[in-house]
């Protein structure tokens, strides 16, 4: 759903401290985690967006799973670690 690879986007769902914290500073790290891989994503804030296409996009997903975002929040990636179990745990991959 993300608009560019160099992207991230998320539904605004149950966020009211981290929509605060994000909002006092624009930096902010994902840990996505699968079986036994997982990577760190750090990000900085790029805009919050309350209406229009890529809401709806949101929501025409999250509403699969009885969820509703507020809004979505658009993110510029920084950099990407493996942070999976195993040699390159640290290891800087973007």
Known sequence: MAPAPDMMVIGEVLMRRSAANLKANPK???LVTRGKES?????????RIASGAIVDQMNAILSGIGLHANAVW????????DQSAGPNAGKKLA
Not at 39 to 47: C, G, L
Not at 74 to 81: A, K, L, N, Q
């Open 74 to 81: 658009t993110f510029d990636v920084v950099s990407v670690y």
């Open 28 to 30: 902010a790290a994902f």
């Open 39 to 47: 990577y760190e994503i750090q990000v900085t804030v790029k805009d």
